[in-house]
């Protein structure tokens, strides 16, 4: 297995990509330049943002894997010490073009951009999980990235900061957009994860009657039906209104009334029961979903 390259600064990702550096903290790389660097499987870890796109998705990646929607190109959203393995051997016979927009959270210190970054989920999304663009698409992405490449030309000055960051905040939001897009035209595919991540809490929520289980998570769950915690958090929210977490917290809470009403348990017994370790947190959780404390919905029920 090959080891892991950890780069650290813009500077780094310009050395592995053997290109210049124009500003410390964002950096855009032309793919058609990609066969001056063959380095074979590479695995990376970068403490930095990264947008990478390409146009053809590598087909050896299995994870999570649906059938694309459009098959001009697709984009990958990296968030800072997520591990990504490349391999650049496998693509040499493929013309590669796209582009990589890098930048790190030090750019985002003082902005409005910086305290909104972790709202935009899809750099927590998986690489199968990659946001497959129309030619339209990728139009105006592109479009955007380069304004950024030409800023970058400029020398450095105290609007710098200003523009570079309103034009990613720019691209992140046609993200969104367009990731809205990919949800609605993958309905068909949504319905059947929606169903098969329903069943799995009515299965669960069943077979705590015979055994006691533990609570289950975003994280357990999201790997059963093969996708990362933010991708089903998010198409979740998008088909119902109620992400993974309120989606648990909707079966547990009815669950509980069940035992509350139908068996003379204690809460304690109960808590214990549902999966909870302590059972003030049973408590807690019941009464900001109920508006009453477990003994207060037995008595008044």
């Known amino acids: 297995m090959a080891p892991i390259i950890q780069l650290k600064s813009i500077t780094d990702i310009n050395n592995f990509m053997q290109c210049t550096t124009n500003h410390p903290l964002v950096a855009v790389f ?3 330049k990609a066969d001056e660097f063959n380095k074979g499987e590479v695995r990376i870890s970068a403490d930095f943002y990264s947008m990478i796109f390409k146009n053809y998705c590598a087909n050896t990646i299995k994870y999570g894997r649906q ?3 459009f098959q001009d190109g697709s984009l990958v959203c990296i968030g800072p010490k997520q591990l990504i393995t490349l391999d650049n051997a496998k693509e040499q016979e493929i013309e590669i073009k796209g582009w990589g927009l890098f930048f790190h959270p030090d750019l985002l210190y003082g902005t ?3 305290n909104k970054i972790l709202n935009y989920s899809f750099f927590s999304y998986t690489m199968a999980e990659a946001l497959h663009l129309s ?3 990728e139009h105006i992405l592109s479009g955007i990235v380069k304004g950024i490449e030409t800023e970058l030309l400029e020398n450095i000055d105290h609007h710098s900061q200003t523009l570079l960051v309103s034009n990613i905040e ?3 939001n046609y993200c969104l957009r367009f990731y809205g897009r990919q949800f609605i035209t993958r309905k068909k595919t949504n319905s059947n ?3 098969q991540f329903e069943t799995l809490l009515i299965t669960h929520f069943k077979n705590i009657e015979n055994t006691a289980l533990p609570l289950p998570t975003v994280k357990l769950l999201s790997e059963k039906v093969h996708l990362s915690p933010s991708y089903l958090s998010d198409l979740l929210k998008k088909e119902t209104g109620m992400n993974a977490q309120e989606h648990i917290h909707y079966y547990l809470i009815n669950a509980a009334k069940n035992k509350l009403l139908n068996s003379g348990d204690s809460v304690s017994q109960i808590a214990y029961s549902l999966g909870f370790e302590y059972p003030q947190y049973f408590g807690r959780l019941f009464k900001q979903k109920t508006g009453q404390t477990p003994i207060e919905f037995r008595n008044n029920n």
């Open 30 to 32: 032309d793919f058609s």
């Open 135 to 137: 030619q339209k698409e």
């Open 193 to 195: 994860i929606i169903s």
């Open 112 to 114: 409005s951009l910086g």
């Open 170 to 172: 720019l691209l992140l």
């Open 67 to 69: 059938p694309m929607d």
